[in-house]
T-cell receptor, first 117, second 109 residues
Framework: GAVVSQHPSRVICKSGTSVKIECRSL??????MFWYRQFPKQSLMLMAT?????????EQGVEKDKFLINHASLTLSTLTVTSAHPEDSSFYIC?????????????FGPGTRLTVT | RKEVEQDPGPFNVPEGATVAFNCTYS??????FFWYRQDCRKEPKLLMS???SGNEDGRFTAQLNRASQYISLLIRDSKLSDSATYLC??????????FGAGTTVTVRA
């Protein structure tokens, strides 16, 4: 149980285009999902907290107009990188927390490797 | 200052050895702590939660010292499959996770 999927797993796009990444909780409902970014040899950095039915909460320094987050259902959150640039190339990972759980564990998706050329 | 700091290693150990490493966290309000394992170019996977009294899961033992704000992980009888990066994670009461940069462990035959 507690499986999270991401799609696509890998994407290469040209500078200036937009890329949408999907995060799905497959066998549980997730009121809250989180989006992280990881650059090589660095730690995961939280970008934003995605709440079903409401606006996402972005961490300091993350541009909300560039990284659009939509959490339309209890099992799906999407991250759209708009007008992507080479510096946006990174490993994007989502995680989900079980709704109503008293435990704090988060379950991670397999990640999406974005390369902007 | 980073919220969670770890010795990046690498720790190179022979099979069967014991390896231990720590991390420190700066936010005294952190509620929960975890060790995650991350293999190269993969997502983090939860290894174990860390409880105040310390806890053990097979060959893995985690300890939490709230007074000194550090967490430790000890791996006994190391296996080749234990080679990975171990991420120390602190969580606040808002469910947000703060990750350390990871400690790399390489177990050699």
């Amino acid at each position: 149980g507690a499986v999270v999927s991401q799609h696509p797993s890998r994407v290469i796009c040209k500078s200036g285009t937009s890329v949408k990444i999907e995060c799905r909780s497959l066998d549980f409902q997730a009121t809250t999902m989180f989006w992280y970014r990881q650059f090589p040899k660095q730690s995961l950095m939280l970008m934003a907290t995605s709440n079903e039915g409401s606006k996402a909460t972005y961490e300091q320094g993350v541009e909300k107009d560039k990284f659009l987050i939509n959490h339309a259902s209890l099992t799906l959150s999407t991250l759209t990188v708009t007008s992507a640039h080479p510096e946006d190339s990174s490993f994007y990972i989502c995680s989900a927390r079980l709704s109503g759980s008293v435990f704090y564990e988060q379950y991670f998706g397999p990640g999406t490797r974005l390369t902007v050329t | 200052r980073k919220e969670v700091e770890q010795d990046p290693g690498p720790f190179n150990v022979p099979e069967g050895a014991t390896v231990a490493f720590n991390c420190t966290y700066s936010n005294s309000a952190s509620q929960s702590f975890f060790w995650y394992r991350q293999d190269c170019r993969k997502e983090p996977k939860l290894l174990m939660s860390v409880y105040s009294s310390g806890n053990e899961d097979g060959r893995f033992t985690a300890q939490l010292n709230r007074a000194s704000q550090y967490i430790s992980l000890l791996i006994r009888d190391s296996k080749l499959s234990d080679s990975a990066t171990y991420l120390c994670v602190a969580q606040g009461n808002d469910y947000k996770l703060s990750f350390g940069a990871g400690t790399t462990v390489t177990v050699r035959a």
